[in-house]
C-alpha cells in the first residue's frame, strides 16, 4: 500500500499548550480519511503542519512523497485545502478568482479552462463563474473555494470542518462533492467535529482529543469494537475512558 | 523570484482596487480635483475679501467730530470711510454700532498750532479681523496726516523735508538665477508625492494584506505554491502603482491649478505677477539629467512610502488596526517638510542627508537650485534603498510569522 499522506510522531505546542501530541497516521492512495474531534482538539493544527503553514515542533510529515519540512514547495503544489472559514476576493468574479489562482499554479489558460468546465459539471457553479464574489451566497462561495481547491486537480486534498458555518443544501453539495470526486490515486483528510459526515464519507478514521490520537480503524470496527450502534455513541465511549483516566493522572 | 509570479500578484491586487469605485474616486479624482480648488479658492475667496473691504465705504465712529480739522477729515474720507457721530468710543465699539471708533477729546488744530501736539485716541477690537482691518485705514489716514503736518512745520522753518531722511538703503539680491527661480515652493512637489502615495497606496495596501486575513483569503493563498517574497513584493508593487497615480493626479492638478492662478491672478498683478510665479517655482529652469535625479528621487520616495504601508498593514490583524497605524504616518511626513524651511538656520552637515523623507527633500531642493553634490546623492538614494529593503523584509518576516497569520 502506497501512502500518500504519512504523518509521524507529529507534536506542536504554542506556549503551554500541546495542541498536537505525539500524532502519528498515514492515508493511502483511493482513501478518504476522517480526523474526528471535538473543536480545538487538534485537528486544525494538524492539518496546517501538513499544509507547511506551520511547523511541528517534533516529529515529521511526508505528503505526496514531499517531506513537509525539506520541501514545502513541492508539498503546497500536491495539496488542495479547503476550510470553513475561507473567503474569496469580494469584487473579482468566480472565473477570476479560480484564474487568479490556477496562474499562481503556474497552469496554462487552456488547462484552467478545462478544468472549469469539468468543475461545472461537478460542482454546478454556474453563475458563480460571471458575478463577482461580494455576492455570494455561504453555498455559492463554498463551491468556488472548493473549485478553487482542486482546480491543479492535486493528488492530497484536506477538508477542514469545511462545512462549518452552511447552510443544509450547502453542507450538503460539499458531502456530495466529497463523496463523488474521483478519488483514484487521490488521498482525502476529512476533519470534522460532525459524526454523521464520518459515517457517510470516511473508509477510515482517527479520533483526535485533547492533541491526541485515542483510536483509529474503519468507521464500521470503531463502532464494533466499542459496542455502540452509531459514531457518535463510539466517540463518546472512547472519550469517557480517556477523561477517566485523565483524571487517575491528576 | 519569479517576476511573472510577481506580475500575477500584483495584477489581482490593481483590478481589485480598480474595482472599488470609492477608493477610485478617493484616491485618484479628488486629488485631481481637489488641487486647483484649494489653489484657486483661497486667493479668490480671500481676495475678493480683502478687496471688498479695501473698496467699501466703512463707517467710523468720531467722538468729538468738531475737533477734527477739516484736512484730516479729507485724509480719511479718502480711505474710502464714511464719519459717523457717537457718544462714547468703548460703547460703541462694545455694542457692535461700529468696528473702530475715532476719539478727539480738544480741537486738533489748536492743539497743533505753534508746533504744539494733540492725542487720538483709536478704539478697536484687537484679535477681531474686520476691526484691525478697519483700525488700519485710520492709523494709515493718521500717518498721511502726520507727514502733511510734518512737511509744514519743516517748510516754515525753513528746512527741507528730505533732512529727515538722510540714509537711503539699497537691497540687491546676492543669489545665483538657479537660486532665484528655484522658488520657496519646490518642496511642495516631494511633499505631495510623499502624503498621497501614503493616501493613495493606503487602500490597496491595507486590502491586500489585513484585509485578506480578515476575509479569509489568506490561507489559501499561503497554500498556494508562490513564494511569500513573490506574494510581498507583487502586493507593494501594487501599492506602489496606486500610490503614485494618486501622486501623479495631484501634481497634474497642482498645475492646472497653477495654470488658472495665473490665467485669472497675473493679469491684475502686472510686474509683481512674475516675481510670484518664480516664488511658485513656476520659473524652474532644470536641464535633462537634472529631470532624471527628480524623477529617480520621487520614485524612491513613493517605493518608500508603499514600503511602510505594506509593512504596517501586514503587521496588523485588521483592516482597523492597520488604519489606526496609518493615520498618524502623514505627521511623520509633514515634519521633514517644517524641518526644510528652517535648513538654512539649522545649517546641515552631511549626516542630514541620512535622514529618511528629509533627504529627499534636500536633494529635491539642491537639484532645483543647481548644486547637487555627487556624493550626497549616492548617500541618499543608497541610504533610500537600504531602508525599503529593510522594510520589505520587515513584511516578510511577519509573513513567516505563525501569531501574525493565523490571529487565534
Known sequence: MSALIDVRNLSKSFGKVKAVDDVSFSVAAGEVYGLLGPNGAGKTTTLRVLATLLKPDSGGATVAGHDVLKAPEAVRASIGVVNGGMGLYDRLTGREILYYFGRLYDLEEQQIERRIAELDDLLDLRDTLTRRAGGFSTGMAQKIVIARAVLHDPPVIFFDEATSGLDVVARRAVVDFVRDYPSKGRAVVYSTHVMSEVEELCDRASIIYRGRKIAEDSVDELKRSNGSNSIEEAFFRLVSRVDMGHEEVR | MRPVMIWRVARKEILSTLRDTRAIVSNLLIPLVLMPVVMLGMPLLLGGLFEREATNITPIGVVGMSNLPAEFVAVLEAQNVELVPVDDGVTAVQNGDVDVVIGVTEP???????NGSGTISIYSKQGNMKSELDASKVQQAVAIFQQQVVALRLVDAGLDPSVLQPLQVQNVDASTAAERSSGQFSWLIPFFIAIWTLTGGQM?????????????????????????????????????????????????????????????????????????????????????????????????????????????????RSFKEAQSYIAPLSFVFIIPVVLLQFKDLIGLGNEAYLIPVFNVLLLMDDVVRGVVDPGRLALVWGSMLVLILLLLGFAHRNFQREEVIFRS
Open chain 2, 108 to 114: 486738533l488744530a489748536v492743539a497743533l498750532a505753534g
Open chain 2, 204 to 316: 490597496t495596501a491595507v486590502d491586500a494584506t489585513a484585509g485578506e486575513k480578515e476575509r479569509g483569503t489568506l490561507e489559501v493563498l499561503l497554500v498556494a505554491p508562490v513564494r511569500r517574497t513573490e506574494v510581498v513584493v507583487g502586493k507593494f508593487l501594487a501599492t506602489l502603482t496606486f500610490g503614485l497615480s494618486a501622486a501623479l493626479m495631484a501634481i497634474v492638478g497642482f498645475l492646472i491649478g497653477g495654470a488658472l492662478l495665473s490665467a485669472v491672478f497675473l493679469p491684475r498683478l502686472g510686474d509683481q505677477g512674475a516675481e510670484i510665479v518664480s516664488m511658485m517655482g513656476g520659473g524652474l529652469n532644470v536641464n535633462l539629467l537634472s529631470i532624471v535625479v527628480l524623477v529617480i528621487s520621487a520614485l524612491l520616495l513613493a517605493a518608500l512610502v508603499a514600503a511602510v504601508l505594506i509593512g504596517i498593514s501586514l503587521f496588523a
